[in-house]
């Protein structure tokens, strides 16, 4: 381990991104050398919470190869700390790093369910699910203290709007008496993301989330109270989790999940060398050919921004990896079963003067 590694963290170092004229930080060498002489380790890193106060809390996207048009996302940065996050780059916006800053400085937005019953009383709002999860996880640990998922869900469900939710987190089984009635309606999937069964590899690739067997016994929870429950695969790391990818499906299956899906690793912007530190940190026997799987995927680079292909990858690798994939879906009888969800059952929230009577 570096001198400057944090244990328990994803990143291994506060990697300082450039696109946006951060000024770069360098480590004092005098004071490092110190520490280790006096066989010091460094202080804990301490996770802290901004307010965040935005205007609006729906996002829009226009991405031809995502199945939602609309998403919210509670907070900032995430805890969770998985080193390859592709939301990581975002917090370059705030001249932050993606780095360690990413998983422990995080903002928090409080006015949430405020601002989304606002949006779905304006007039002439048109109905699409909205994805909860798709940046940053709405069940990561500073949910248990400022619930703001849950508030959101509170006006989802009272307005009958259909959401889907994206998690690594058993801590949805918190809500589950709000997701279950929504699921009576089919107003609501939930997927738990299931990246590695093996507990040593976990520790190292998403260090603050909870364990795989939890995530399953939430999907197993989730399909027994009557919701539509999925596992996604996500990422696919090669040479690292790829030989788990079956073992996942059918745990999946076991738990009565309705069905899966993968994603291989992407590796946007400044991912790129905080994955390759991280490989060197922890799998520095296979760093070079984990790195040259991946730009075989991605057509020799690190990463493929091209619609579509980004999110399946090109050429031979991906190609097994979805014969590989769609074999063990069948063998197992997922992905049968398709659940829109509804939209025709959305009520706009009442406004102040409505309540009045």
Partial sequence: MRPDARTG?????????TRFN????EADGDWLDTREELDEGLPPL????TVEKPKTIITRNQSPDIGFDRSINAYRGCEHGCIYCFARPT???HDLSPGLDFESKLFAKPDAAKLLRAELARPGYSVRPIAMGTNTDPYQPIEGKWRITRALLEVLAETRHPVTITTKSDRVLADLNIIAAMAKQDLVSVALSVTSLDPKIARTLEPRAPAARKRLAAVKALAAAGVPAWVAIAPVVPGITDHELEHIV???AEAGALGAFYLPVRLPFEVAPL???WLDEHYPDRAAKVMHII???RGGRDNDPNWFSRMRGSGPWADLLK???ERAVRKHGLNLEKRPLRRDLFEPPQGPQLKLL
């Fill in 91 to 93: 917090h370059a916006f």
């Fill in 323 to 325: 014969a590989r994939f």
């Fill in 295 to 297: 730009q075989a995927m």
């Fill in 9 to 17: 963290r994803g990143a291994p170092d506060n990697a300082t991104p």
């Fill in 22 to 25: 951060l000024p770069s930080r």
């Fill in 275 to 277: 994955f390759r530190a």
């Fill in 250 to 252: 059918e745990a999946a």
């Fill in 46 to 49: 301490r996770t802290t919470v």
